[in-house]
């Protein structure tokens, strides 16, 4: 099966860089839909960013020109790399796949495999 393990996550002073890594234990990573999410106590969680190899790159408003999503098929490893970090970027942050389908979305729903998360704190 379809297995993820997020790694990265930490406690980052207002303004700093932290980078999440999310590893997949099998072939099918490469061909698939990517994303990264993130939630907080009492909400909902929300898209963060979302790659294909056939495109396109999306992103929430939130953090575009600070986030930037990337992949590497030979590791089978997606990346998170958040720059200008906020305290309201504060949460638990999970890589997840959705499984033949390819259109770009940040809706936690249309992705069907998830990791089991890793915390991101940022204080001001």
């Known amino acids: 099966q379809v297995t993820l393990v997020e790694s990265g996550g930490g406690s980052v002073q207002a303004g700093g860089s932290l980078r999440l890594s999310c590893a997949e234990s099998g072939l099918t990573f490469r061909l698939n839909r990517l994303g990264w999410f993130r939630q907080t106590p009492g909400k909902e969680r929300e898209g963060v960013a979302s790659?294909?190899?056939?495109?396109?790159?999306i992103y929430a408003d939130s953090v575009k020109g600070r986030f930037t999503i990337s992949q590497d098929n030979a590791k089978n490893t997606l990346y998170l790399q958040m720059n200008s970090l906020k305290p309201e970027d504060t949460a638990m942050y999970y890589c997840?796949?959705?499984?033949?389908?390819?259109?770009?979305?940040?809706?936690?729903?249309?992705?069907?495999?998830w990791g089991q998360g890793t915390q991101v704190t940022v204080s001001s």
């Open positions: 790659i294909s190899v056939y495109g396109p790159t």
């Open positions: 997840a796949i959705r499984l033949n389908a390819y259109y770009a979305s940040l809706t936690p729903s249309d992705y069907t495999h």
